[in-house]
């Protein structure tokens, strides 16, 4: 069988090959961490963005490429110098320049649409998140008669609402970016930045760190939770009454061993303000910032040991304490929902 035999009996091995490869790739597309299945305003203005510039950069591509083959099939012939200047003038001058115009007039007509206007009253009702090595801070602001509370690593928002946040750094730079709601922005120290993002789709998300911040990155990711406005409501009260009760055997175990020295619950005295804070943490879609599923199981291994899970992490092991404690706090955490 001769090589080029070979490689076309090859070919359907090929095309399989290749047609599996984008499936899979395609697949990525899709979910919770995606820019190309928005779910909120601004990310289906960057969506329709991204499918112009395909499309006008494949109809380019079409364009060169016949224009190469006919080029390749055609004897050699020299052509009147008028006739070469015009295609000159037109295919390379003026085509390009009208081209780019218009591609450059509609992203900057969209630009309002991906970066909305925040008035003065967006940025104080702003939920303020803060980027720490590697954990979200999230404070929502006092609303009528709820007052202002913290959480940690979760996002909730009402569907259709703008929401503002108000975006900050303790220490390195990190990079705020919820892929199917919006564009991402970065988190400076000293420095504020404002985004608006408008959810128009319940559902859970995923949001990655968008910028190098050290060894655990890849590990400091938070969930947005999309929900109808009475279920959001709901939430918020839940969270701000807390469930946390020094009267039973977590909560003591919590405040004997001084984990509430660092972290905070809402129904227990000591309030730490340095770790994240852990009311309702058993209704998280995850714990330590992205890193594990939210069970008591992978609760007991972060006491035991932040580091071999988050390297970097700035909690130290507990794994000196007695095994049934980490087992009955973790059990408890777990359970507060
Ligand atoms: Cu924080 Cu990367």
Redesign the pocket.
Known sequence: MGELEHWRKGRPTILRCLISFSALVLAGCSGQQSALSPAGEESEAVYRLFVVMVIGGISIWLGVTSLLLHAGRHRREAWPAEKAGALIAWGGVAFPIVVLLLLLGYAVWLMPAIRPWNPLAAKEGAIEVT?E??WWRIRYPAVGDHPAFETANEIRLPVGRPATFSLKATD?V??FWIPVLGGKMDMIPGRTNYLTLTPTRTGSYRAP??????AS?AY?AFSVIVMEEDDYNAWRRRLINGQTSAANEGGQLLQRHGCVGCHSLRGLQIAGQTAPDLTLIGARLSIGAGALANTPENIARFIRSPSSVKPGAKMPAFNMLPEDDIEEIARYLGGLK
């Open positions: 980027g090595q590697f390195v990190h990079s760190c968008a910028e190098f911040c050290g990155h400091m």
